[in-house]
T-cell receptor, first 115, second 117 residues
């Protein structure tokens, strides 16, 4: 589903480097989320945004920051990458108007390796 | 504190048989549950959901059952097909639209299903 895109798809970086992961969506959804997936831990919420002026921390926000540049764009930054941030990162969207559902729609993911 | 748990990391079934994936939760405030399927190198895709006012929801070969007293839900796939081989995540949410919790999902660890031809 190309409605939610993530760049880059794969990234290798070194400890201490700053890195940005980008997410764009064409669904017209107002809500956007960043998750990370680690083996045996499922998906955990890093940050979420209900609109351009609303940014909220998730359960594991330490070491991360986000920017909601527009309704369609939500970026995740690692200011100083560390090896335990090696993970699979997913962006997701949901629609406030969809009142009967809390379904989120995911991008294809970014695989990040921090050396 | 894992509020949503999938205690079976993997499951293997024969093609044509039933696959049953289980999920337990601890937070009685959860009122909406979802199942996602994930193939390698792809993002999770929505499969089926159920509101806490129901105890069953069916969509083709997929049925989700909810037992609120036991805080347990299960996904049944009948008949299982090799293309169903994937990682399955259950997720839970709570709160009506307009509350600060709306839209947030809590995921389980995932169960890898292998359907053998």
């Amino acid at each position: 589903d190309a409605d939610v895109t993530q760049t880059p798809r794969n990234r290798i970086t070194k400890t201490g480097k700053r890195i940005m992961l980008e997410c764009s969506q064409t669904k017209g959804h107002d809500r956007m989320y960043w998750y990370r997936q680690d083996p045996g831990l499922g998906l955990r919420l890093i940050y979420y945004s209900f609109d351009v002026k609303d940014i909220n921390k998730g359960e594991i926000s330490d070491g991360y920051s986000v920017s909601r540049q527009a309704q369609a764009k939500f970026s995740l930054s690692l200011e100083s990458a560390i090896p335990n941030q090696t993970a699979l990162y997913f962006c997701a969207t949901s629609d406030l108007r969809d009142r009967d559902s809390k379904t989120q729609y995911f991008g294809p993911g970014t695989r990040l390796l921090v050396l | 504190d894992q509020q949503v748990k999938q205690n079976s990391p993997s499951l293997s079934v024969q093609e044509g048989r039933i696959s049953i994936l289980n999920c337990d939760y601890t937070n009685s405030m959860f009122d909406y549950f979802l199942w996602y399927k994930k193939y390698p190198a792809e993002g999770p895709t929505f499969l089926i959901s159920i509101s806490s006012i129901k105890d069953k929801n069916e969509d083709g070969r997929f049925t989700v059952f909810l037992n609120k007293s036991a805080k347990h839900l299960s996904l049944h796939i009948v008949p299982s097909q090799p293309g169903d081989s994937a990682v399955y995540f259950c997720a839970a949410s709570w709160g009506p639209y307009g509350s600060g919790n709306t839209g947030k999902l809590i995921f389980g660890q995932g169960t890898t299903l292998q359907v053998k031809p």
